[in-house]
């Protein structure tokens, strides 16, 4: 997991075999932050296109996302981006597993921002 900052969350899913996917969290409610992927991960391909993005994040599924450009996520947002550019015919044939995996990873990440908010609250109580 990579924290570009105070409040944007990304999380690098790389397994060989499967499709990489990345998840970008704007965790800040109020302002828009923004981000440029090959500032911060080196493994990434060159472009990366939208699996779904959240209703205010304005981006839509199948968009193509240049790593080198900057991202502006609105309050709250939360896109899934993977480097497999799959067609019609393939998009509906997922591997069980893969999306099997991507839950559970999601479920890392949340936990993860559970803990970091704990250590934070901590650190303002002592």
């Given at each position: ?8 969350f ?74 497999s ?5 393939t ?36």
């Open positions: 997991m990579d924290i570009f900052n105070d409040t944007v990304v999380l690098n899913r790389f397994l060989p075999g499967y499709e990489n996917y990345t998840l970008i969290i704007n965790m800040d409610t109020n302002y828009t932050q923004n981000v440029r992927l090959s500032d911060q991960i080196s493994n990434l391909n060159d472009s990366l296109v939208v699996v779904v993005g959240s209703e205010n994040s304005n981006f839509n599924p199948g968009n193509l996302i240049s790593t080198a450009e900057w991202l502006a996520l609105s309050p709250g947002a939360t896109i899934v981006l993977t480097d550019i799959s067609t019609d015919e998009a509906t044939e997922s591997k069980p597993s893969t999306s099997s995996q991507l839950y559970i990873t999601l479920k890392v990440v949340l936990l993860c921002l559970c803990f970091t908010n704990i250590c934070s609250l901590r650190a303002h109580i002592l």
